[in-house]
């Protein structure tokens, strides 16, 4: 089956700082999609991006399909960016394969 | 505004003692699902309701049931719950299970096991 892998697994910033968020995956998608979960568990559907890039406010996503990577870039982060953000890809039953997921840690 | 609700936001069950965990939605949407979370770990599917359509994944142990009375209800019944069942439970829902149908999902209900 599809492997999802996203990196770096743990990520401290201070308030202000950018940051690139990376998931790769083992073989062609037809959905891929990033998820914020905040600290109090809820989950949050960011970008459902399959291809090419999309932007929302201060974030913004890149998946370039033929590499088999996709990237979200935070900037000038706030503390409310703090959670863990999940890459998951859709698989051949239409479930979501779900990376680890990186944990971010924004600093006042 | 809450689009898919759960209840309880927390619930606590003694070793063995049945469990219900409720979700609703306001959004119309045909497929509802199941996730558990353990901590630090991705969501896990447990199953999913597209309409009336019951579909559960292979690994989902049999002490995991679950109801959808209607379009807007899905509950969670833990029929005998073990200290390994101990997670967050996340319901979600999605128009369909097609490409670009996004999921939503709720706030989750925190299961403590005694």
């Known amino acids: 089956g599809i492997q999802v892998e996203q990196s770096p697994p743990d990520l401290i910033l201070q308030e202000g700082a950018n940051s690139t968020l990376r998931c790769n995956f083992s073989d062609s998608v037809n959905n891929l999609q990033w998820f914020h979960q905040n600290p109090w568990g809820q989950l949050i559907n960011l970008f459902y991006?399959?291809?090419?890039?999309k932007q929302n406010g201060r974030l913004s996503a890149t998946t370039v399909a033929t590499e088999r990577y996709s990237l979200l870039y935070i900037s000038s982060s706030q503390t409310t960016d703090s959670g863990v953000y999940f890459c998951?890809?859709?698989?051949?039953?239409?479930?979501?394969?779900w990376g680890a997921g990186t944990k971010l840690i924004i600093k006042p | 505004d809450a689009m898919v609700i759960q209840n309880p936001r927390y619930q606590v069950t003694q070793f063995g003692k049945p469990v219900t965990l409720s979700c609703s939605q306001t959004?119309?949407?045909?497929?509802m699902y199941w996730y558990q979370q353990k901590s630090s770990q991705a969501p896990k599917l447990l199953f999913h309701y597209y309409d009336k359509d019951f579909n559960n994944e292979a690994d989902t142990p049999d002490n995991f049931q679950s109801r959808r009375p209607n379009t807007s209800f899905c509950f969670l019944d833990i029929r005998s719950p073990g200290l390994g069942d101990a997670a967050m439970y996340l319901c979600a829902t999605s128009r369909g299970v097609g490409l670009g149908d996004t999921q939503y999902f709720g706030p989750g209900t925190r299961l403590t096991v005694l």
């Open positions: 959004l119309n949407h045909n497929v």
């Open positions: 998951a890809v859709e698989g051949g039953n239409y479930q979501l394969i």
């Open positions: 991006i399959p291809s090419g890039t």
